[in-house]
């Protein structure tokens, strides 16, 4: 069992080295509070089933109303009676009555939370045109504003489709790179 900031969550341990959190580095998953019981993983089980209907609902439901949001994912911690749905959307989106069906469904209290087109793309995750997992659903906490400028002083071209994420705003890694006053490493042969 693991707390996190939604509530308790079933976390699975994949890799254990000594120290665990290296300084300086930040918690990501959570505090580990206990091991999880056979009663905590059928209720999580049953969660997860939850998550699925309430986003397949939320689909549904925002086609017949006609609202233009996508849901992204959907929380349900186990210490709360709660699920969060996060959704994607390019205006703000009037979701009043989506969010009284959805109670009704649900039979739970129900918080729906609109992201924006970079917090997106970190939770489809995917691969960067570097051949590694995208920087925002790897390690990055905040989004640090990434100017045109940066790429300038790199020399990169500016091409709109090279110099873009996943998320169609300009590629978190200008930033990263830019901070170090270093131009990117040449890949050898």
Do not use: Y
């Not at 994949?14 to 930040?26: A, D, Q, S």
């Not at 069906?101 to 992201?115: G, N, Y």
């Not at 995750?125 to 659903?137: I, K, L, N, S, T």
Request: glycine share 6%; aromatic share 4%; net charge positive.
């Amino acid at each position: 069992m693991v707390s996190t900031s939604e509530g308790e969550r079933v976390g699975t341990v994949t890799r254990h080295e000594l120290p665990v959190i290296p300084r300086g580095c930040m918690r990501p998953f959570g505090t580990v509070v206990r091991r999880a019981s056979e009663t905590d993983l059928r209720h999580h089980q049953d969660l997860t089933l939850m998550e699925q209907d309430a986003v397949g609902f939320f689909r549904q439901r925002s086609r017949e109303l006609d609202l233009q949001a996508r849901p992204v994912h959907a929380v349900a911690p186990l210490d709360r009676d709660v699920v969060v749905i996060a959704f994607a959307a390019e205006e703000r989106v009037d979701s009043r009555e989506l969010h009284r069906d959805l109670s009704r469904r649900l039979r739970r209290r129900v918080e729906l939370r609109q992201i924006g087109v970079r917090d997106q793309a970190r939770a489809a995750g995917g691969w960067g045109p570097c051949g590694r997992p995208m920087c925002c659903a790897q390690f990055m906490s905040r989004f640090n504003s990434v100017t045109i400028r940066m790429a300038k002083a790199q020399k990169l071209s500016l091409n709109p489709a090279r110099i873009s994420g996943m998320c169609g705003r300009l590629m978190c890694c200008l930033a990263h790179e830019a901070a170090t006053g270093e131009p990117p490493p040449t890949p050898s042969s």
